[in-house]
Nanobody, 123 residues
């Protein structure tokens, strides 16, 4: 089970940090990441990290602004969102997958999904 927190309303240019805590399994072998979905569009991968094999991914639209980090001791990972833009408004989902990131960013490959948290960026 994955439980997200940290979503909400933020002004453009501001920052927000999302958290995802896993229970029932250890994230050590997993690729952990974040997806987002805007109504009417497909769910897209935002960021991925798999420290055990060093693979990672960051969508071009968030490079230099969003950072993913993990805390294995807390079985938790984070998405630090800086300099947010109105286009970042979406429901954000955390995800965990037992493969490297270049596959884990495919929605159909994900093993475990969070329920989603709304992020709204006002202009």
């Amino acid at each position: 089970q994955l439980v997200e927190s940290g979503g909400g309303l933020v002004e453009a240019g501001g920052s927000l940090r999302l958290s995802c805590e896993a229970s029932g399994f250890s994230i050590g072998e997993y690729a952990v990441g974040w997806f987002r979905r805007v109504p009417g569009k497909e769910r897209e991968a935002v960021s991925c990290s798999r420290p055990v094999d060093g693979t990672s991914y960051s969508a071009d639209s968030v490079k230099g602004r969003f950072t993913i980090s993990t805390d294995n001791a807390k079985n938790t990972w984070y998405l630090q969102m800086n300099n947010v833009e109105p286009e970042d408004t979406a429901v954000y989902y955390c995800a965990a997958t037992l493969v490297q990131c270049d596959i884990a960013i495919i929605p159909g490959a994900v093993n475990v999904w969070g329920s989603g948290t709304q992020v709204t960026v006002s202009s």
